[in-house]
């Protein structure tokens, strides 16, 4: 029996030593697992935090871009505006020096225009209220 029993000892300290040297194993596994994973976690992160980087650099460089495109349009818009203004002001004053009698009545017909809309809208002002 003394032998069954010392037996039967060392079947359950190897078998326990079996069982431990399996833990071991998985929990080396489980650790190496974590670890790389949590090593391709970083690099992923440090990928998406470049890319995040790159497309916003590229973002402001083009919106830098079409501000300045905006800025030179509106220039290049003012300069045309100028220029015709100043086209219409010397055809005008051309027109008026030499018709000088139908410029004064034409700005004569355009000032009683306005006067008479001016007082339609006042006299509908007055009754609307």
């Known amino acids: ?10 079947a359950v300290g190897d078998e326990f030593s079996n069982l431990t ?8 596994t489980a650790r190496n697992g974590i670890g790389q994973g949590l090593h391709e976690m970083s690099n ?11 497309a916003l650099r590229q973002l402001a460089s083009e919106s830098d871009a079409l501000l300045h495109r905006g800025l030179d349009k509106v220039r290049d818009a003012s300069g045309q505006l100028r220029d015709k203004s100043l086209h219409a002001r010397d055809a005008a004053t051309t027109y008026i020096q030499h018709e000088p009698m139908k410029s004064v009545l034409m700005a004569a017909a355009v000032g009683a225009g306005l006067m008479a809309l001016v007082a339609l809208f006042s006299r509908n002002g007055h009754n609307g209220r």
């Not at 029996?1 to 060392?10: F, N, R, Y």
């Not at 992923?44 to 790159?54: I, K, P």
Request: net charge negative; no cysteine.
């Open 1 to 10: 029996m003394k032998d069954t029993m010392s037996t039967l000892e060392k």
């Open 44 to 54: 992923g992160l440090e990928h998406a935090r470049s890319e995040t980087g790159n």
């Open 21 to 28: 040297h399996t833990a071991e194993r998985a929990a080396s």
